[in-house]
């Protein structure tokens, strides 16, 4: 990890050092994948055959995962799995129970009702990373609050593993979400089948979950196509950045640091610092603990872009993280929740020495999937919301029109609305005639 001091960059060296790593060459990325979502389009499940065989080696012959293979799951797995991940799914489960909406009712004026209600999307595409670690607790968070929402239709897609298989810990997961359908397709061919159907899979509404660079472009293209599918966020690779002060534990902050950087070679790290003496200890902690690593080579890849940035002042500090616009900010200070008001880009925010960012991975309960690459500036952490969408109602009695219609006309005519105008006016009319004793016209 590359070692800053933030007062002694210029303002061009200080962006430089919070750019992401690149992701490669984007145009190329985009033509491959747009031909990956034709072939899908074209030939469906021929394709996702075809593109299995090219890119995971494996002859296919079925692509849904029966549900044989689903309840043999839980024979597979020891109990203290199964366990965990049914402590987990309680978890997230509470949480995300907590963000049903009420119906909300206000009378904006006498007879002037107006209402906004909540509807389940009918159906939903659950995207699994499968590659060097497949996650189980990515199903989790997708399914729970997709069930709690009442969308109608979960389909599952993950790639198969090398052994023609879905992991035993994803299938588990599934069952105990009740999940409806998976398949075995991963990459931007399972983003386009999810997206446009094919002849086994069944087009859904909207797209969810993480994924490489391919799947990431996939999704892009398909929310842009009136007749593909929305999605849940941009994001790309997965990003921690850690505040520490000079009481923090170096052990604990290295740690964190590691738990990003293990997820992949494009992962990127950020220690902010005012004490020039624990990034010291940071970095010393850091080197000591990633040579323990079963994924050292990946972590250790992950290190070679990542920095540690030595502020004047905690306050300095949230200034550069508020900057960079982290997926996860772990708070590792004195009185950390003092500072919540002013961390303003975060997806999902850390506080304490208690709280490493793996507890919100798994089993804290918030969810996990966040915008990265500098979206939580504007983009928000995955909660029950994204999987219900959201219609008004207005109901208004004689009283309510006769005492906003005038306004409304007003308003129509200024925007030389006629129509408009109109549809106030003889409704006006009509109350006008019946107050006075005349008929209906």
């Known amino acids: 990890m590359q070692t800053l001091v933030w007062n002694a960059l210029d303002n061009s060296q200080q962006n430089a050092i919070l750019a992401r790593p690149a992701l490669g060459d984007s145009a190329k990325l985009s033509a491959l994948v747009s031909d990956i979502i034709a072939q899908v389009k074209s030939t469906g499940d021929d394709a996702l055959r075809e593109l299995t065989a090219k890119f995971d080696q494996l002859e296919l012959p079925h692509l849904q995962v029966s549900q044989a293979e689903i309840d043999a799951s839980e024979d597979e797995l020891g109990d203290e799995i199964k366990q965990a991940i049914k402590l987990a799914k309680d978890q997230i489960d509470k949480f995300h129970q907590a963000q049903v909406a009420p119906v909300i009712k206000v009378e904006t004026s006498p007879g ?22 497949p996650l189980p607790s990515t199903v989790l968070m997708l399914a729970t609050p997709a069930r709690i929402a009442g969308c109608k239709r979960l389909v599952l897609a993950t790639p198969p593993g090398k052994d023609g298989k879905i992991k035993a810990e994803i299938r588990y997961a599934a069952k105990i979400c009740q999940i409806d359908e998976i398949y075995m397709v991963g990459g931007a061919q399972a983003i386009a089948a999810l997206a446009y ?28 196509d009136h007749q593909g599918a929305s999605i849940d966020m941009p994001a790309g690779p997965s990003e921690v950045l850690v505040i520490a002060d000079e009481n923090a534990n170096p052990e604990f902050v290295a740690a964190d640091l590691l738990s990003q950087a293990e997820h992949g ?38 290190l070679s872009h990542s920095r540690v940035i030595i502020t004047e002042s905690i306050e300095q500090s949230i200034k550069v993280s508020n900057q960079y616009a982290p997926e996860h900010l772990i708070v590792q200070t004195q009185n950390a929740r003092a500072l919540l008001p002013q961390l303003e880009n975060a997806g999902s925010i850390f506080l304490g020495e208690y709280s490493p960012e793996s507890a919100g991975d798994y089993a804290s309960g918030t969810n996990h999937v966040l915008p990265t690459y ?68």
């Open 112 to 133: 002037v009702v107006c209402e906004l209600h909540t509807q389940p999307i009918e159906s939903v595409g659950l995207y699994i990373p499968g590659g060097t670690a």
């Open 197 to 224: 159907g094919t002849q086994s899979i069944q087009k859904v509404l909207k797209i969810f979950g993480p994924g490489n660079s391919f799947v990431t472009e996939a999704k892009q293209q398909v929310s842009q």
């Open 265 to 302: 070679r494009d992962s990127q790290v950020i220690l902010v610092t005012n004490s020039a003496k624990q990034a010291k200890a940071c970095e010393a902690e850091v080197n000591r603990q990633v040579a323990l690593l079963p994924r050292q080579e990946i972590a250790t890849a992950a």
């Open 374 to 441: 500098g979206y939580t500036r504007t983009y928000s952490s995955l909660s029950l919301a994204d999987f219900t969408k959201r219609y008004t109602v207005q109901e208004l009695t004689a009283q309510g029109i006769q005492a906003i219609g005038p306004a409304i006309m007003n308003l129509a005519a200024a925007e030389s609305l006629d129509a408009h105008k109109n549809a106030v006016a003889v409704r006006l009319q009509h109350l006008a005639k019946q107050s006075t004793g005349g008929t209906q016209s």
